[in-house]
């Protein structure tokens, strides 16, 4: 018969899993049991074994009760037992007798067994605790101990200046000196309670506990102190790791087991979120909590760090999928954004979605010293606006940033515009950073093959390549939340929309609003935006058609048709009519006999060029350019258009957004050539003339001006017409990044590099022309040196007097050019109106533009001439001569040499001609 197969058993010293096994074989009372149940000797035998150690199950000899409580062995506790008991000693094998073992059946011997004798050993010394430099529990204060030096310690405690720093020494002095048994476990928590009663010095404890070593963390001795000491378990639990926790059993065996389990499925189990397809609930008290909160505005000064926090309550009460509260998020912000853009900042900025600015080790920066975001939408703020000091303290930020920025501007040219507000790095020769940014991350591939963590290698690659070329550190931005808003953007010209869907406005300034604080970055957004720019040549191609007929549609009868170019065909009535058989039959032989499937082919075509027939998608480049020059965003604007540099003379309105930065840089040097600086009621509205009933003759009803209401907007600013409303844009820190001219020199840089985006455009801009002309005439009138004159000549000759061909018959500018000319010579002035009419100016686009319209114009009051309306006349050609007054007059002699009538109505012209005429 097979043996039967042995149960598998605990191992009998394992400890690791077993905090305190029980093994009642240990224990003393059984071992004396075993002893007296014996019944293989007599009972005098049995009473003599009482007195005799006896072998134990794991080599140990135990002694007798009354051998161990004797005078020559006092009782010991438990912890003197695990420190001083000597390990277990093999005897030699001659003086240790084999035991022998009776038969079952044999009867007890009559004869004793003579007594075991083992030899003495001395304990093992126990070994001197390490030396430790005490500085308030001396060997003189444990001596003393109960007589005075535990009250010595409290007093220094009592007395010290830094008692948190003494009341640390002395909490890691009684740690140590109930290590090494100096004082006992119960004298040490005596004093720890009163040294350590908060939670904080609690903590302090429990940071010296985590420097132990293993060996103390099992010292039974700290278990005493601790529970002695009554120090919070909870915060011990929460302080220390795992090996001193379970080591002082503060946690259960299997909570290490249990820390795994939990681990794993927080970290690798996939969580199933909530989608808006399947429970509404959550999302609707989403977007009932943001209208809410948004509506309430600055009510409480932390309502948006309250709502986040209760945002994240929705999202873990409902297992709301965070990619879609964020896109929820976005989409209510795109609807708010004019009146509640400053509670979008705070919450957005005390939010977990904010991005951090990464700037690798060992690169040195510098930058403005201040960033887009204000101060008062940084966290903990309960600030809405700018304080007085920080209205200060910005503005001297700003004096000096524009003073460094326009000794940039002398060096680098137009390359300086684009590092505006970047933090530039400062030792890009060093070894180091050249060598990390001259490095690029290869593919990392998996056991399959296939590359780990491509898009963090690619965006890393191109933000070492972006480092590298500018010197500047790549701009933060939050990729997803740039990812989410160009998915949006992107259906507006994909197949999936309808005719119906057109791009709404909000999307495009809410793009350039985060772009603007910092929240996303215009390089994650750029690949999204429609058309890519492989398309943008037929997009150079539509714009060009849109400008000629613009032009064409300026131009005097141009654009306008008459009614007899617009009627059609006239129908012959001479013919007379077919019969109506005959049209029956010839209505059957072309294929009308089956009109219904005729019916159904028309339909399902006309359903067919319907879907076809889609509308052009809105180019959301050239919006999102706008956007960004009208909140401010000079690098990102001149990145689109540096690459497409045709934009500005295609895109109409485009100009206006750039001539409204001109105007805030001109402002600080405009200010002193402003004229009638000294009244500022200038601009006070009049009162408005009432009804006069019940007056006396002669008085009028003179009742104030209604107060104008200022409205908010995401476009350029709009003066009052007379209609009481005047509209501003939303974002009154737009010109936070904006430099300003500190003097005229820094005009002249102004005018070589950012103003020649437009050039000669500023003429259909009469107020920024007119401000140039000005600040010209007080340079001249200060500095009237050589050096001045030139370059003043200069500009007049290529900029501001070419200009005035698209003023749009302004004669305001027309005179302050020619107070400006006035300064010059007579053979200087007409040196310049020859390179304006015949010049490589009179060849650019614009000018040759402007120059054709003066013409059309010309000739279109010239041919309208009789004897009746001479004077009416004179004064609409003196009019289209404010601008161009060379072109007219070249017209007008050519027209004089074929009609003599012409000479009457040309002198009656010039009459009105204006000074520069």
């Given at each position: 018969?097979?043996p039967?197969?042995?149960k ?5 010293d394992?400890h690791?899993?077993r905090a305190?096994p029980h ?5 003393n ?7 007296n ?22 080599g140990?000899?135990?002694q007798?009760?009354s051998?161990r ?11 003197q ?5 000597p390990?277990?000693q093999?005897?030699p094998?001659q003086?240790q007798?084999?035991?022998?073992r009776?038969?079952?059946n ?13 030899p003495?050993y001395p304990?093992?010394?126990?070994e001197p605790?390490a ?11 444990v ?6 030096g535990?009250?010595?310690?409290l ?5 010290a200046?830094?008692?948190?720093m ?5 909490i890691?002095e ?17 004093v720890?309670k009163q040294?350590?009663?908060?939670d ?5 404890f429990?940071?010296t506990l985590?420097?132990?070593?293993d ?9 005493t102190l ?8 909870h ?5 220390l790791d795992?090996?001193?926790l ?5 946690v ?6 249990i ?8 970290i ?8 808006l397809r ?7 008290k989403?977007?009932t ?6 509506n309430?505005g600055?009510t409480?000064?932390?309502i948006?760090?309250d709502?986040?926090q209760r945002?994240k309550a929705?999202?873990g ?9 964020l ?9 708010l ?7 979008f900042?705070?919450?957005l900025?005390s939010?977990?979605?904010w991005?951090e600015?990464?700037?690798p080790?060992?690169?040195?920066t510098?930058?403005?010293g201040f960033?887009?975001l ?18 200060a303290?910005l ?10 920025f326009w000794?940039?501007?002398r060096?680098?040219?137009m ?10 790095i400062?030792n890009?020769?060093?070894?180091a950073?050249a060598?990390?940014l001259?490095t ?12 780990m963590?491509?898009?963090?290698r690619?965006r890393t690659n191109?933000?070492?390549k972006?480092m ?5 550190v790549v ?7 740039a990812q989410?808003l160009?998915?949006k953007?992107?259906?507006y010209?994909s ?8 791009l ?7 793009a350039a609003?985060l772009?603007k604080?910092?929240?996303i ?5 750029y690949?999204?935006?429609y058309?890519p720019?492989e398309?943008?040549?037929e997009?150079?191609?539509?714009l060009?058609k849109?400008?000629?007929?613009r ?11 008459n ?12 013919v007379p009519a ?11 032989a072309?294929?009308?006999?089956t009109p219904?499937?005729e019916?159904?082919?028309?339909e ?7 879907k076809?027939?889609?509308?052009e ?6 919006a999102?350019?706008?956007?960004l020059?009208?909140?401010g965003?000079?690098?990102e604007?001149l ?6 540099p ?12 750039i001539h409204r ?6 402002t ?6 402003r004229?009638?600086?000294?009244r500022p009621g200038m ?9 006069p009933?019940?007056l006396?003759?002669?008085?009028l ?5 209604p107060?104008?209401k200022t ?11 007379g209609d009481a ?8 820190d ?14 002249f840089?102004?005018?070589?590099t950012f ?13 920024l ?6 600040i ?16 003043w000549?200069?500009l007049c ?11 749009k018959?302004?004669?305001g500018?027309?005179n302050?050019m020619?107070e400006?000319?006035k300064?010059f010579p007579?053979?200087?002035r007409?040196s ?5 009419h015949?010049?490589?100016t009179?060849?650019?686009?614009d000018?040759?533009?402007a120059?054709?319209?003066t013409?059309?114009?010309?000739k ?7 004897k009746t ?5 004179g004064k609409a050609?003196?009019?289209v001569?404010?601008?161009s ?5 070249q017209v ?5 040499e074929?009609?003599?009538n ?8 010039v009459?009105y001609f204006?000074?520069?005429?």
């Amino acid at each position: 018969m097979a043996p039967a197969q042995q149960k598998r058993k605990r191992p009998q010293d394992d400890h690791q899993t077993r905090a305190s096994p029980h093994r009642p074989e240990n224990l003393n009372l059984a071992q004396q049991n075993q002893r007296n149940n014996r019944r293989n000797g007599n009972g005098n035998q049995n009473r003599s074994n009482n007195s005799t150690p006896t072998h134990n199950r794991h080599g140990n000899f135990s002694q007798p009760a009354s051998a161990r409580n004797s005078p020559a062995h006092p009782p010991q506790t438990p912890q003197q037992n695990a420190q001083s008991q000597p390990p277990p000693q093999q005897l030699p094998q001659q003086s240790q007798p084999e035991p022998t073992r009776p038969a079952l059946n044999s009867t007890p011997s009559a004869t004793p067994a003579p007594p075991l004798v083992l030899p003495q050993y001395p304990p093992t010394p126990k070994e001197p605790p390490a030396p430790y430099a005490y500085d308030y529990l001396t060997d003189e204060a444990v001596s003393a101990w109960q007589a005075k030096g535990q009250q010595s310690v409290l007093d220094a405690l009592e007395n010290a200046e830094d008692k948190d720093m003494v009341s640390s020494t002395v909490i890691q002095e009684l740690l140590r000196t109930t290590l090494d048994g100096r004082l006992s476990a119960g004298e040490c928590a005596e004093v720890l309670k009163q040294v350590a009663p908060s939670d904080e010095l609690q903590s302090v404890f429990a940071d010296t506990l985590a420097l132990l070593d293993d060996a103390d963390w099992k010292n039974p001795v700290l278990k005493t102190l601790i529970h002695d000491a009554g120090l919070s378990p909870h915060l011990l639990r929460n302080e220390l790791d795992i090996e001193p926790l379970s080591a002082l059993g503060l946690v259960r065996n299997t909570f290490s087991t249990i820390r795994n389990r939990k681990t794993t499925n927080l970290i690798y189990r996939q969580a199933n979120f909530n989608l808006l397809r399947e429970e509404s609930e959550g999302y609707s008290k989403l977007i009932t909590e943001y209208f809410n909160a948004a509506n309430a505005g600055s009510t409480s000064d932390f309502i948006a760090e309250d709502t986040f926090q209760r945002i994240k309550a929705l999202v873990g009460s409902f297992d709301l999928d965070v990619g879609r509260v964020l896109d929820i998020t976005l989409d209510v912000m795109a609807n708010l954004l004019i009146k509640n853009f400053r509670f979008f900042i705070k919450y957005l900025r005390s939010s977990s979605w904010w991005p951090e600015q990464h700037i690798p080790e060992g690169f040195q920066t510098q930058g403005q010293g201040f960033t887009s975001l204000p101060a008062w939408a940084l966290p903990h703020s309960a600030s809405w606006s700018q304080t007085s000091e920080q209205r200060a303290q910005l503005a001297a930020l700003k004096e000096a940033r524009d003073v460094d920025f326009w000794e940039q501007v002398r060096k680098v040219g137009m390359d300086a515009f684009y590092d505006i507000g970047a933090l530039r790095i400062t030792n890009l020769d060093a070894p180091a950073v050249a060598d990390l940014l001259n490095t690029e991350l290869k593919p990392e591939l998996d056991a399959r093959g296939r590359e780990m963590n491509m898009i963090r290698r690619l965006r890393t690659n191109n933000a070492r390549k972006w480092m590298r070329q500018t010197g500047c550190v790549v701009p933060p931005g939050n990729s997803d939340a740039a990812q989410l808003l160009g998915f949006k953007l992107s259906f507006y010209s994909s197949a999936a929309r309808d005719k119906h869907d057109v791009l709404p406005d909000n999307l495009i300034y809410l793009a350039a609003f985060l772009i603007k604080i910092g929240f996303i970055s215009l390089r994650d957004l750029y690949p999204h935006l429609y058309p890519p720019d492989e398309k943008m040549g037929e997009t150079k191609e539509r714009l060009e058609k849109e400008k000629l007929e613009r032009e064409k549609a300026a131009k005097p009868g141009g654009g306008a048709l008459n009614a007899l170019a617009m009627a059609g065909a006239l129908a012959d009535d001479t013919v007379p009519a077919p019969h109506a058989a005959v049209r029956g039959l010839r209505d059957n032989a072309s294929g009308r006999a089956t009109p219904k499937a005729e019916a159904d082919t028309t339909e399902a075509a006309t359903e067919d060029a319907e879907k076809e027939a889609l509308p052009e998608p809105a180019n959301q480049k050239v919006a999102l350019v706008k956007s960004l020059l009208a909140i401010g965003c000079l690098p990102e604007a001149l990145y689109i258009l540096g690459r497409f540099p045709w934009l500005t003379d295609l895109v109409h309105e485009l100009p206006d957004y750039i001539h409204r930065i001109l105007h805030h840089m001109l402002t600080k040097v405009y200010e002193p050539a402003r004229p009638l600086a000294n009244r500022p009621g200038m601009n006070a509205a009049r009162p408005h003339i009432g009804d006069p009933t019940g007056l006396p003759k002669g008085q009028l009803n003179l009742t104030p001006a209604p107060p104008t209401k200022t409205l908010r907007w995401a476009n350029l600013d709009r003066p009052d017409y007379g209609d009481a409303v005047e509209y501003k844009f939303y974002w009154d820190d737009w010109t936070d990044n904006i430099p300003i001219c500190q003097s005229v020199d820094d005009v002249f840089q102004l005018c070589s590099t950012f103003l020649n985006l437009t050039g000669v455009k500023i003429g259909r801009d009469s107020a920024l022309l007119m401000k140039l002309a000005r600040i010209g005439k007080k340079s001249l009138t200060d500095d009237p040196s050589e050096s001045n004159y030139t370059r003043w000549i200069d500009l007049c000759k290529r900029l501001l007097v070419p200009a005035l061909s698209l003023t749009k018959h302004n004669t305001g500018d027309v005179n302050e050019m020619f107070e400006l000319l006035k300064f010059f010579p007579t053979s200087t002035r007409y040196s310049i109106y020859a390179e304006w009419h015949y010049g490589t100016t009179s060849r650019l686009p614009d000018i040759k533009s402007a120059f054709d319209l003066t013409k059309a114009e010309t000739k279109d009051v010239l041919k309208r001439i009789s004897k009746t309306n001479v004077r009416a006349m004179g004064k609409a050609l003196s009019k289209v001569a404010f601008s161009s007054p060379g072109i007219v007059m070249q017209v007008a002699i050519h027209q004089m040499e074929s009609y003599d009538n012409l000479i009457d109505v040309v002198v009656e012209c010039v009459r009105y001609f204006s000074m520069l005429g």
